[in-house]
């Protein structure tokens, strides 16, 4: 009885804690069930991403703890000429993602789509090195590539000067690239065949009944109407391809003479061969404030057109 | 002839002589893609079936000129292939209980359960999904070690709860199911867990084997970021051993490291074959992601 009354009167005293109490109780499963991701993604990525700015300003050591040096990191980053080597590597690697793997997989999706038959086995087909694990395909690309490979005994066959395609610094990077479009472009290539199989054939149908040729059918229908998924598979490949490193590393480790050290492969370098965390953490820091600055200039530049 | 039958070419298309020709020049074009795809699955199983001779010929051929089965028997014995892939399937089961059990609640609350300033938490999930990983992978290192879990599964496990992608898709997907089914069953008197477990759970089978599908797929193909998280023989994941012990090894003649390649290829592209439809549909959820 005693309680009771205590606890009206306290209810009286603060009415706004009695319904968020109340509120409490209703929800209760709601926000229990919101609990565990809560503390995951506070502890395994925000945590990181903070801490990640605080690590860019101080000299990391396991032992002696971490030391406060303002900007140093950065300086020592910005003042690397291998830094500055990365950036254009990982920019002449991207744009070669483009130049080389872009277009490939819109092109298949369009051919295969015309197919009569075995259109099945061609997916199949196309996606099967998306399936085989990437370290398989690094130890089969190196052979492919090596002087005794049969890329080269191809070319001696066509009459062709052999080709050192992962030592020599001006291939290297193309050769990476030739790899990871020949493993990736299987799932693209689904996602835009799903895309051109669902245009409306009727459409084909008038523009050939108005006289438009096949390259028009493709150039006016086919094309606009998966408009927008090109953009955001661009878009995609673009965000993805500038945090490539993993091929660079495993085939040539960033060599010949730094030609394939990519932006984010210094960063792994910086962090586990030179030890210097916070020059890692910096180097973090600074791709993600350009990343951020590209992704807000291409959202302006969308909404303008729009 | 009815309009479903023609695609961007209709039958009159592929009579004209110019037409069947640059049609015969496309389907070349698709068989070479094809041929360029099951060339090197094939010749990784056939290398791996050489001497070692044979194999360093040059030119190399496709064919091995004998058969030397023995060479799977010696790959065996190099490395312990059942502890690495335990290692694997230990990392997969984890994740995969980590996303039914965090993020499948998670998406289920916010999808079901209108708890107040859902918006500001399901923001605070989401904008994960904008900052590249790439950008915080050295932090993310230095986190999981000053918590003490390098060296452990619980480095993967644990972290496989905060997966912004898989939440969404999640959420999209209970956001699906049809409420009453959800008031029958409250009005029933069944508490929340139980809603979660015994009717949601059941009924996004689909979408979770989709997502198990994704989340196979990275414990069996991720061999980078183990190899900093994990440092002992005891608990690399296959493809890491892989990584280390069989492609950054020299000395290793090629025959038995095609072997021991091929070994770990067959079984995904067997799955793969057996599971294709639920794959590729899974994949146009993965369209999202790219």
């Given at each position: 009885m005693e309680h009771i009354a205590a606890e009206v009167r306290a209810q009286r005293a603060s009415p706004g804690k009695s319904r968020m109490a109340g509120k409490l109780r209703r929800h209760f499963w709601g926000y229990a069930f919101l609990v565990p991701a809560i503390v995951v993604f506070a502890l395994f990525l925000w945590m990181p991403i903070v801490k990640g700015m605080v690590y860019s300003l101080q000299h990391i050591d396991f032992v002696k703890g971490n030391t406060y040096v303002g900007l140093d990191n950065y300086r020592t980053v910005l003042s690397d000429p291998v830094a500055g080597k990365a950036v254009r590597n990982s920019l002449y690697y991207m744009a070669l993602c483009l130049l080389i793997g872009f277009w490939v997989p819109i092109g298949f999706a369009i051919a295969i789509s015309e197919l009569r038959r075995f259109q099945g086995f061609a997916r199949v087909a196309a996606y099967l090195p998306n399936v085989i694990p990437v370290v398989v395909l690094y130890g089969l690309w190196r052979w492919l590539y090596d002087p005794i490979g049969p890329f080269n005994a191809l070319l001696m066959k066509l009459g062709l000067d052999q080709i050192a395609f992962l030592t020599n610094p001006s291939w290297s990077m193309i050769a990476i690239v030739i790899m990871e479009t020949w493993q990736q472009f299987g799932s693209a290539l689904l996602i835009y065949l799903a895309a051109v199989l669902t245009v409306p054939r009727d459409w084909y149908e008038a523009a050939e009944i108005d006289g438009a040729g096949v390259w028009q059918r493709i150039r006016h229908i086919t094309l606009p109407s998966i408009r927008h998924l090109i953009v955001l598979m661009l878009l995609l490949q673009v965000i993805g391809t500038s945090q490539g490193f993993q091929s660079q590393l495993a085939l040539?480790?960033?060599?010949?003479?730094?030609?394939?050290?990519?932006y984010a492969l210094l960063i792994n370098k910086y962090a586990?061969?030179?030890?210097d965390y916070g020059a890692a953490s910096a180097m973090g820091v600074l791709m993600f404030v350009v990343l951020g600055l590209v992704a807000i200039v291409q959202y302006r530049w969308q909404a303008k057109e729009e | 002839m009815t309009s479903h039958e023609r695609g961007i070419l209709s039958h009159s298309d592929l009579r004209r002589p110019r037409m069947r020709l640059a049609y015969g020049a496309m389907l070349a074009a698709i068989a070479l893609m094809i041929a360029s795809m099951l060339y090197p699955f094939t010749v990784t199983i056939f290398n791996g079936l050489k001497l070692n001779t044979d194999l360093n010929?040059?030119?190399?051929?496709?064919?091995?000129?004998s058969w030397h089965f023995e060479n799977y028997a010696t790959a065996w014995r190099y490395i312990a292939l059942p502890g690495f892939l335990g290692n694997t399937l230990k990392i997969f089961v984890g994740n995969m209980v980590a996303t039914v059990l965090v993020t499948g609640l998670a998406a289920y609350s916010l999808s079901r359960l209108r708890v107040p300033r859902r918006q500001w938490i399901y923001l605070f999930f989401m904008i994960?999904?904008?900052?590249?990983p790439t950008t915080y992978i050295i932090p993310n290192f230095m986190n999981l070690k000053s918590l003490g879990?390098?060296?452990?599964f619980w480095a993967f496990w644990l972290p496989a709860g905060a997966s912004a992608f898989y939440l969404l898709v999640l959420k999209n997907f209970f956001d699906s199911i049809s409420m009453e089914l959800f008031e029958s069953a409250r009005i029933d008197g069944a508490s929340e867990p139980r809603c979660f477990f015994q009717l949601a759970l059941p009924l996004s089978v689909p979408i979770f084997a989709t997502l198990a599908i994704f989340v196979f797929a990275t414990a069996w193909n991720d061999w980078y970021w183990p190899s900093l998280v994990m440092h002992s023989n005891r608990t690399y994941p296959l493809a890491t051993a892989v990584y280390k012990y069989v492609i950054e090894v020299r000395r290793l003649d090629n025959n038995i490291k095609f072997a021991l390649l091929s070994m770990v290829t067959l079984p995904p592209v067997v799955v793969f074959l057996l599971f294709q439809k639920y794959i590729v549909r899974g994949l146009h959820l993965g369209g999202v992601k790219g």
């Open positions: 040539l480790d960033g060599g010949p003479n730094n030609t394939t050290m990519t586990f061969t030179r030890l | 010929a040059f030119p190399p051929h496709w064919l091995p000129r994960t999904l904008f900052i590249p879990l390098l060296n452990t």
